[in-house]
């Protein structure tokens, strides 16, 4: 490249991406107004399943719309996701603090920015009774910037304050800034034969400029390391002051992730399709969290409530959950345990946390491989999930997913009491199959757990596709599993 100067970024690969760029600040609110952005829409009937629907009947589609174009990062899906809480009416609590918690009481609080635990506390529980929880994951496959590197990407920022203090911060550059571009089939002929191959550490390198303009980011002290401009490009870190209104020496750290600044759309004949990145799984985690604040809108809605009805949304899930903010930390039972605490009062016995978790129930909510019109073969003939006909409930004899014969069973006389549709999907016996957090939280106290999600193609790609209506189903099985699962849970008895 005769006479060009190409500034490139160091990424590490995570199984997206043009660019946006995270920042953290001690004050969202300054970033995500208090204004009612998620407005219940009314959209045009999309059914062709059987259900019963009005063609004026309130939709969450347009709402979930909106959530993914703010959530290009776990970072901004959680700060999302704490603003709806806050809107709602839920109190922010603190992992730090002591929690004085009273039934009928609806709170949450958030670890590391990207993971979420909410919960109302119904007005008749009492010390041993169940939780009743939906899981899912803020993360999706994105590529997300080295410690060093020559340019530019998306996710948060500390930033030092004028005090000495230092600030998480959010920011996004909303404009395409990146690009990862391909090799041209001329020069690569054996692309269709044997299939994209590239070499991650060395052909993933996004392009920012063909040249480095002049800027004024210089070091004030050139022996400085602390400043984060010492091993990111000049350029990105004068782009991400520009959008923080801070001076490059004030940026500390960074965590960016590479986005693509495409909005998530409706799509098809009959606008019968959400096109979107980070579909898996942020589609789950807003009909979970919707659910939940929709079920306890006013305190009539807990009045008769024996147990306790929660969301968790955890990180780091497509690498494992292995971390503090993922769901292989024991967040969620700790915060149990707290919760069963406080609301004692008094005294609690030694099995009073393991009561709450045999009386428990999880539904793990991650999203499903519909079967795909050009590749029906990849999946097993009698298990072929379709887009809008409802939750898919997914079943593996190794526990890749933690659904057993009970589980699944109460999860379908929700759907069959609310007349919904449901799904069932088994991988291929000569095929391997993936998981979920589903096995992870069954397993590490024993708590029932059913697997589902709505049905999906191009999973993990940068625009992913799932049906409108499939959407409001499982918003609507969600709200019921919260409102209907204490009463059909107490008519059956398996250990006995």
């Not at 809107?87 to 603190?94: P, T």
């Not at 929690?99 to 993971?115: A, D, I």
Request: charged share 20%; proline share 4%; aromatic share 8%.
């Amino acid at each position: 490249m005769s006479g060009l100067t190409v500034a490139r970024l160091q990424l590490f690969h995570y199984p997206s991406s043009t660019v946006r760029t995270t920042v953290i600040s001690s004050k969202l609110h300054h970033y995500f107004p208090s204004s009612n952005r998620y407005r219940p829409r009314t959209l045009h009937n999309f059914s062709r399943s059987g259900i019963a629907q009005s063609s004026s009947s309130s939709s969450i589609v347009g709402d979930l719309l909106d959530y993914l174009n703010e959530s290009w990062t776990p970072f901004h899906a959680t700060a999302e996701a704490k603003r709806l809480l806050i809107d709602a009416g839920f109190e922010l609590l603190n992992e730090n603090d002591e929690w004085e918690l009273k039934p009928g009481g609806r709170y949450f609080f958030t670890r590391n920015m990207s993971c979420l635990v909410a919960f109302a506390v119904g007005q008749k529980y009492s010390v041993g009774n169940g939780f009743h929880i939906i899981a899912a994951h803020t993360d999706s496959p994105c590529l997300k910037l080295k410690p060093k590197s020559a340019s530019s990407k998306s996710g948060r920022v500390i930033v030092r304050g004028i005090d000495g203090s230092f600030l998480h911060k959010l920011v996004k550059v909303k404009r395409p800034l990146l690009r990862v571009p391909t090799l041209a089939i001329h020069l690569d002929r054996t692309v269709n034969k044997d299939g994209f191959k590239p070499n991650l550490e060395t052909q993933l390198i996004p392009l920012l400029a063909t040249k480095s303009e002049e800027t004024s980011v210089e070091p004030k002290e050139k022996s400085s390391t602390s400043s984060s401009k010492v091993t990111h490009h000049p350029q990105l870190m004068q782009i991400l002051s520009q959008e923080l209104g801070c001076g490059t020496d004030d940026i500390a750290s960074i965590e960016l992730n590479i986005c693509d600044t495409q909005p998530s759309c409706l799509g098809g004949a009959n606008n019968e399709f959400i096109f979107s990145g980070r579909l898996d799984n942020l589609a789950s985690s807003y009909c979970g969290l919707r659910a939940l604040i929709d079920s306890c809108v006013s305190p009539s809605n807990l009045s008769s409530e024996h147990a306790i009805r929660m969301v968790a949304l955890f990180d780091n899930e497509e690498v494992g959950s292995d971390s503090y903010q993922g769901a292989g930390a024991p967040t969620m039972f700790q915060a149990i345990r707290r919760i069963v605490g406080s609301l004692a009062h008094e005294h609690v016995s030694e099995t009073s946390f393991e009561r709450t978790i045999r009386q428990s129930f999880l539904v793990s909510a991650d999203m499903a491989h519909g079967v795909h019109p050009n590749f029906s073969e990849k999946h097993e003939e009698h298990h072929r999930p379709e887009m809008q006909k409802g939750l898919v409930i997914k079943h593996n004899a190794n526990q890749r997913y933690a659904t057993s014969g009970v589980t699944a069973f109460l999860f379908k006389e929700i759907a069959k009491l609310h007349n919904l549709p449901t799904q069932e999907f088994v991988v291929r016996n000569d095929m391997g199959c993936g998981s979920t957090i589903g096995p992870i939280l069954a397993s590490g106290v024993g708590i029932r757990t059913v697997d589902c999600g709505i049905a999906q193609l191009s999973m993990h790609s940068v625009r992913e596709i799932c049906g409108t209506e499939d959407i409001d189903i499982a918003y609507r099985h969600f709200k019921a599993f919260y409102e209907s699962f204490s009463s059909i849970d107490k008519k059956l008895i398996v250990d006995f």
